[in-house]
């Protein structure tokens, strides 16, 4: 009986997708044409509560911090996706889901950052660790970008 009111009370406090706003990042359109000297992609799952953590702490600020702005692009991609389509940085077309494999996401949250042409600035971040490490090795992964 005790582990069943755990259960209830993990499952009424667990953030939820919706519980801070919910809405994705941008979408990437165009990545071929765009002209960022660092782009962050986050892939993610639909109703990913680890997602929505990533976005709010991590990643929704970027576009407004006073280092990044104008520097780094900040979109979302849905990995599970096979019908909404983008322009990859190869000028080629995908969906989240035949990108995937090739970038061998296979988790939810994947947050990759590339340099403006499309190369891979560092190891992926995986899941959502504390924020503190986590900005910190999102800085150093944007740092790479900047220096491909």
């Not at 667990?14 to 706003?21: E, I, L, N, R, S």
């Not at 970027?62 to 280092?67: G, V, Y």
Request: net charge positive; aromatic share 14%.
């Amino acid at each position: 009986m005790k582990a069943i009111w755990l259960l209830v009370l993990f499952a009424w406090f667990a953030p939820t997708a919706h519980a801070a706003g919910g809405a994705s990042l941008a979408f990437p359109n165009n990545l071929h044409q765009q002209d960022m000297p660092a782009v962050i992609v986050l892939f993610s799952l639909p109703d990913c509560a680890y997602c929505e953590k990533v976005r709010q702490q991590s990643l929704r600020h970027i576009h407004t911090d006073p280092n990044y702005k104008g520097r780094v692009g900040v979109y979302e991609i849905d990995f599970s996706d096979e019908k909404r389509s983008f322009i990859w940085f190869d000028g080629r077309r995908y969906t989240g889901k035949s990108l995937a494999a090739p970038l061998n996401v296979k988790f939810s949250p994947t947050v990759m950052v590339f340099g403006g042409t499309g190369a891979v600035a560092g190891r992926p971040l995986l899941g959502s660790g504390l924020p503190e490490f986590y900005g910190a090795y999102l800085d150093e992964l944007i740092k790479n970008a900047w220096a491909l």
